[in-house]
């Protein structure tokens, strides 16, 4: 994936539809393995991520 802030991007997909799929994980997974370190803007990201989660506005969509 390109870009400089690619697991914000997925972040900002997940948000927008309000779900956490299998294949925005497979991605924010990818990169955090792909660029060995994760960067403010992305922590961020994920932060904000979790916090929606927790709060129940996103859904974790299980893989079949």
Do not use: C, W
């Amino acid at each position: 994936m390109q870009g400089m802030h690619p697991i914000r991007i997925l972040v900002e997909k997940a948000l927008y539809i309000k779900e956490l799929t299998p294949d925005i994980e497979n991605g924010i997974n990818s990169e955090l393995t792909r660029l060995g370190y994760i960067d403010d803007v992305d922590f961020e990201a994920l932060e904000l991520l979790m916090a929606e989660m927790d709060a129940g506005r996103i859904k974790l969509v299980p893989r079949t």
